[in-house]
C-alpha cells in the first residue's frame, strides 16, 4: 500500500468500488467543496494498492477534541454532514488500515482520529473498529443519533408510501387536490446541464424568499456557499426536483446521487402554500423518482434526529455519529479530550435554548418599541 496526501488545490480520483457511497466525496462534488469551502489546513488522504489502484481517499484536516486535544478529522463541512470515507470494497480491510495510517502520519498509532457524521453500523465504520481492535486502540462514540433514510424494499418504489399514516396520506391528497384548483400543477425532475443551472436560480430565489432569506442563512446570500452549490449541481449527478403552479416554484429540492447513494440535499418552499404542504409533497415525488432508478439502495435525507418533515414520511433509520479511535492504550489525553467533548454535547442545547429565548424576548421588545412610537406620533 502506498500513503500520500494531496495538497490543497490539488483534485483527487476516487476509488471505482466502494464499500459505501458518499456523494459529498465523489471527484466533482469533493472538487467544488475544496475549491469553495476548505482552509488551507484540509487535505486528501489516499491509499493505492500495488497494482495502482486507489483504495481509499477521504479529505482529513487537524482539530481538537473537545476543542482541546490535538486529533485528526475527516474533513466534513456544513453543508455536507456525511462523512463517510470512501473505502473499496473488495480490499476494505487494508483501505480501513491504510487510511488510518495515513492520518495517523508521521506518529503510528499515537494520534487521535476522528470520524463525524459516520454511519455507525454500516461496513466502513466495521471496518475501521477492526482495524483499532488490531492496534490496540479504544474506540468511542459520540453524538449519536438516528437519520431518517429511505432504504430500497424489493422492486417496488413506493412501497415506502405504505409506511405513512393513513390520515396523513388521506390529508396530504386533499392538499395536493386543493393546489390544482389554482392552477396547473407540474412536477419537474430535472438533470440536464442547462435546465439544471435555470433551475437552481430559481431554487436560490425560493430559498431566500422565505426564513432562511429573513436569517441570512439563504445560498445566494452566502458567496462561498453559493459558489458551491453552483459548481456541485453542475458537476456533481444531480436532479432538481420542482413542484411548480403555473410554472412559478412552490416547492424545489437539490438531491446529489453517487453509486448506489442519493442524498436529499436541500430543499425550500414558499411560505405563501404552506397550507398545502409543498416541501412535503416534492419529498414524496423526489422519493418515488429517486428509487425509480433499480441501482439505488438508499437515500439519505440529511436530516437532524427527530425531524418534523421527514420522520413522518421515511419509515427507516440510520445510526449516525463521531467515531473516535485514540492511542494505542488510550492515554490521558484521549480520556480528557472525550469528556470535554461529552460536556460540549450535553451543553450545546442548553446554549441553543437560551439563544433563542434571547432573541425572541428582542424581537418582542422590538415590536412593543415600535407600537410605542407609532402611538407617540402626531399622525397616531
Same mark, same amino acid.
Given at each position: 500500500?502506498?500513503?500520500?496526501?494531496?495538497?490543497?488545490?490539488?483534485? %483527487?480520483?476516487? %476509488?471505482?468500488?466502494?464499500?459505501?457511497?458518499?456523494?459529498?466525496?465523489?471527484?466533482?462534488?469533493?472538487?467544488?467543496?475544496?475549491?469553495?469551502?476548505? *482552509?488551507?489546513?484540509?487535505?486528501?488522504?489516499?491509499?493505492?494498492?500495488? *497494482?495502482?489502484?486507489?483504495?481509499?481517499?477521504? %479529505?482529513?484536516?487537524?482539530?481538537?477534541?473537545?476543542?482541546?486535544?490535538?486529533? $485528526?478529522?475527516?474533513?466534513?463541512?456544513?453543508?455536507?454532514?456525511?462523512?463517510?470515507?470512501?473505502? *473499496?470494497?473488495?480490499?476494505?480491510?487494508?483501505?480501513?488500515?491504510?487510511?488510518?495510517?495515513?492520518?495517523?502520519?508521521?506518529?503510528?498509532?499515537?494520534? $487521535?482520529?476522528?470520524? %463525524?457524521?459516520?454511519?455507525?453500523?454500516?461496513?466502513?465504520?466495521?471496518?475501521?473498529?477492526?482495524?483499532?481492535?488490531?492496534?490496540?486502540?479504544?474506540?468511542?462514540?459520540?453524538? !449519536?443519533?438516528?437519520?431518517?433514510?429511505?432504504?430500497?424494499?424489493?422492486?417496488?418504489?413506493?412501497?415506502?408510501?405504505?409506511?405513512?399514516?393513513?390520515?396523513?396520506?388521506?390529508?396530504?391528497?386533499?392538499?395536493?387536490?386543493?393546489?390544482? *384548483?389554482?392552477?396547473?400543477?407540474?412536477?419537474?425532475?430535472?438533470?440536464?446541464?442547462?435546465?439544471?443551472?435555470?433551475?437552481?436560480?430559481?431554487?436560490?430565489?425560493?430559498?431566500?424568499?422565505?426564513?432562511?432569506?429573513?436569517?441570512?442563512?439563504?445560498?445566494?446570500?452566502?458567496?462561498?456557499?453559493?459558489?458551491?452549490?453552483?459548481?456541485?449541481?453542475?458537476?456533481?449527478?444531480?436532479?432538481?426536483?420542482?413542484?411548480?403552479?403555473?410554472?412559478?416554484?412552490?416547492?424545489?429540492?437539490?438531491?446529489?446521487?453517487?453509486?448506489?447513494?442519493?442524498?436529499?440535499?436541500?430543499?425550500?418552499?414558499?411560505?405563501?402554500? !404552506?397550507?398545502?404542504?409543498?416541501?412535503?409533497?416534492?419529498?414524496?415525488?423526489?422519493?418515488?423518482?429517486?428509487?425509480?432508478?433499480?441501482?439505488?439502495?438508499?437515500?439519505?435525507?440529511?436530516?437532524?434526529?427527530?425531524?418534523?418533515?421527514?420522520?413522518?414520511?421515511?419509515?427507516?433509520?440510520?445510526?449516525?455519529?463521531?467515531?473516535?479511535?485514540?492511542?494505542?492504550?488510550?492515554?490521558?489525553?484521549?480520556?480528557?479530550?472525550?469528556?470535554?467533548?461529552?460536556?460540549?454535547?450535553?451543553?450545546?442545547?442548553?446554549?441553543?435554548?437560551?439563544?433563542?429565548?434571547?432573541?425572541?424576548?428582542?424581537?418582542?421588545?422590538?415590536?412593543?418599541?415600535?407600537?410605542?412610537?407609532?402611538?407617540?406620533?402626531?399622525?397616531?
Amino acid at each position: 500500500m502506498r500513503i500520500s496526501e494531496t495538497t490543497p488545490g490539488e483534485h %483527487p480520483a476516487q %476509488p471505482t468500488h466502494t464499500a459505501e457511497d458518499n456523494p459529498f466525496f465523489s471527484v466533482e462534488i469533493l472538487k467544488a467543496a475544496l475549491d469553495q469551502l476548505a *482552509d488551507a489546513k484540509v487535505t486528501t488522504a489516499r491509499v493505492t494498492a500495488t *497494482d495502482g489502484r486507489l483504495v481509499a481517499l477521504a %479529505p482529513i484536516r487537524p482539530t481538537r477534541l473537545g476543542r482541546l486535544v490535538p486529533a $485528526i478529522s475527516i474533513w466534513v463541512h456544513s453543508l455536507g454532514p456525511l462523512g463517510t470515507p470512501l473505502l *473499496d470494497t473488495a480490499t476494505l480491510e487494508k483501505a480501513a488500515a491504510g487510511l488510518i495510517a495515513a492520518m495517523d502520519g508521521e506518529r503510528p498509532a499515537r494520534r $487521535i482520529l476522528e470520524f %463525524p457524521y459516520l454511519p455507525l453500523e454500516g461496513h466502513v465504520a466495521n471496518a475501521l473498529r477492526r482495524q483499532a481492535a488490531r492496534e490496540q486502540r479504544p474506540v468511542a462514540v459520540l453524538a !449519536a443519533h438516528q437519520r431518517a433514510v429511505l432504504n430500497r424494499a424489493g422492486q417496488d418504489g413506493n412501497r415506502f408510501l405504505d409506511a405513512i399514516a393513513p390520515k396523513k396520506r388521506k390529508e396530504l391528497g386533499r392538499q395536493l387536490r386543493r393546489l390544482h *384548483d389554482l392552477g396547473a400543477v407540474t412536477i419537474e425532475h430535472v438533470t440536464e446541464p442547462a435546465p439544471l443551472a435555470a433551475a437552481l436560480e430559481d431554487f436560490f430565489a425560493l430559498e431566500a424568499s422565505g426564513w432562511k432569506g429573513k436569517r441570512g442563512t439563504a445560498l445566494t446570500l452566502r458567496p462561498r456557499e453559493k459558489a458551491f452549490a453552483k459548481a456541485a449541481v453542475a458537476s456533481g449527478d444531480t436532479t432538481i426536483h420542482a413542484l411548480r403552479l403555473d410554472g412559478r416554484a412552490v416547492a424545489m429540492l437539490v438531491s446529489f446521487q453517487s453509486g448506489a447513494g442519493a442524498v436529499t440535499w436541500k430543499i425550500a418552499y414558499d411560505e405563501a402554500y !404552506a397550507r398545502f404542504s409543498p416541501g412535503v409533497q416534492i419529498m414524496l415525488e423526489a422519493s418515488t423518482a429517486l428509487l425509480a432508478d433499480p441501482t439505488l439502495e438508499r437515500i439519505d435525507s440529511l436530516a437532524i434526529a427527530g425531524h418534523p418533515m421527514i420522520d413522518p414520511l421515511w419509515p427507516d433509520r440510520m445510526s449516525v455519529g463521531t467515531l473516535v479511535i485514540g492511542p494505542k492504550g488510550g492515554g490521558i489525553g484521549y480520556e480528557a479530550g472525550l469528556s470535554l467533548a461529552r460536556l460540549e454535547l450535553v451543553l450545546r442545547p442548553i446554549a441553543r435554548r437560551f439563544v433563542r429565548s434571547v432573541r425572541k424576548k428582542a424581537e418582542v421588545l422590538k415590536s412593543r418599541l415600535r407600537q410605542s412610537a407609532s402611538a407617540a406620533s402626531p399622525e397616531g
